[in-house]
């Protein structure tokens, strides 16, 4: 199960971090990632990192947001700072527990584990 937090409201240039707790596994996954969904819009992928450590960023949030776990306490968090109103959106994390499956980290049809989002909105 994974449980998204942190999401609110936030103004123009402000920062917010957003955790995801992942519980009820041994193994951690493979790959996790972010994602997010404005309005009207299709989920789109914004930051992932794979277990040994390479992160994956879309360019509209490289060099504002910051993908990072802890392995220990089983959370994915994302730093976001500078943030726009374009960034306002429902966010959610995502997990894969096979090795080798994500070929595309940023693409939302490669993770098959879902919270249920957190609402940011960025005024």
């Known amino acids: 199960q994974l449980v998204e937090s942190g999401g609110g409201p936030v103004q123009t240039g402000g920062s917010l971090r957003l955790s995801c707790k992942a519980t009820g596994y041994t193994v951690s996954p493979w790959y996790m990632g972010w994602f997010r969904q404005a309005q009207g819009k299709e989920r789109e992928g914004i930051a992932a990192l794979r277990r040994d450590g390479p992160t994956r960023y879309s360019d509209p949030v490289k060099g504002r947001f910051t993908i990072s776990r802890n392995y220990y306490e089983k959370t994915l968090y994302l730093q976001m700072d500078n943030l726009k109103p374009e960034d306002t959106a429902m966010y959610y994390c995502?997990?894969?527990?096979?090795?080798?499956?994500?070929?595309?980290?940023?693409?939302?049809?490669?993770?098959?584990?879902w919270g249920q989002g957190t609402q940011v909105t960025v005024s």
């Open positions: 995502a997990a894969e527990w096979i090795q080798g499956a994500v070929k595309s980290p940023l693409s939302a049809y490669e993770y098959n584990y």
